[in-house]
């Protein structure tokens, strides 16, 4: 396989790092993490079959075909929040480019706006929606369970205005949801909404590469067969026995090692704006799948390590006096394109001033790598570990291997700490603590948490 991001952990060993995680500590673990990838094939988690599944891919593009891929339509909006969110504005963003919903129609080939209403924040809603044409707009509300208080909200606040404007809700809306389970499901079914279906067995944060992910990628021309080629060449990493070859074991391997001696927070600082949001993608993969109270045998633990993103150059400006000079805490991890679309040159002005003449005829592509190479080098000499994901281009396949590299990693780290990498009964009871503010019935009994009597500090 051609792969299409390499990594580079020059500066994570030592005696490169001082103090650092050595050779032959990895090599200790070889025998564990042939015994995890057993484990991981032989158990399946749903998403390890999702670029092998056919359906998955197929029932997107005959739904897109049904709507002309989207062409009629001005804007396509998802209604979704977390992991039914964050992997369509990472794709978006990054293969779409920054300036996507700016472009004008030729630009865009035909397709829509992508937007992504991801909370419920009043201001951000109402803004988002005014600036639409509802006769051109078509929404994807999109939730595994069906019944995410944010998601549905906006999809009820949606409907409402579609039937008010009197349009067919099922040429405005598609939704993407649980096969058979849910308030959703039942809805597409009765009122012959066109739906998707997310495998059940897969879970939120794991489901960019389903049609949660890909339905607004289609509609933004992204091609999803390459994005689903390059996650096929990552799931050939299971097959691959040496550590030293398999980016994906040895990485988790390396945070598991760190977290180990005291590193409990993992940034992520892309040095590409448009890669930025899969560091929001990663905070919560990493976050939701690793930050337990359990391990698998009910025991407390209280494990995770806690995902930072940052993005450079800018952050350096922000966050690196910390990272060089503050506690030895963190693994660091650089995403770097070793291509821009564009090139920018430093027009060669100011010859007389010597502290800026030198920026003159060069590029902001040789400046950026410039920073991210100098950033790594002195966190380094701080003895601060720290590696690079390097793209050889920003495209589907390097994205599509990046996700499902990532994916797998976080499986892999979710054995290494005998966790259940794939459930998060931590953000439950905000949930029910929410419906019952809210009156939802059949939840009036968590009230009782809330009325507890709270010792105030209002000042
Ligand atoms: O990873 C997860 O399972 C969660 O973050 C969900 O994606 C998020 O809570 C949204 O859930 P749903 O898709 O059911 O609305």
Redesign the pocket.
Known sequence: MLRKIRFDFSFVFSPNISNGVSEEEVNSYKKKIEGVIEEIKNEKPGFILIPFDERNINSVKNLAEKYDYFRDYEDFVVL?????ALGNIALRDSLNGLNWNGLDKNERKGFPRIHVIDNVDPDFVASTLKNLDMKKTIFNV???????AE?MANYMIVKGIIESFGLDVRKHLVITTDPEKGVLREIANEEGINSLE?PKKV?????VLTPVGLLSAIAGGINIDELIEGAKNAYSLLDEKNLWKNPATLNALIHYIYYKKGKNISVMMSYSNRLYPLADWYR?LWA?SLGKKYDVHGKEIYVGQTPVKALGATDQHSQIQLYNEGPNDKVITFLVPKSYDHEVRIPKIHEELDSISYLGGRTLNELIAAEQKATAYSLAQNGRPNLNVEFSKICEESIGEFIFTYELQTAVMGKLLNINAFD?PG?EMGKKLTYSLMGRKGFAEFRKILEKKVKKYII
């Open positions: 979704g929040i977390g992991g039914s999109i939730s595994k369970s069906g019944s995410t998601a997310i879970g939120g944060r794991f489901s919560q939701e998060q953000v």
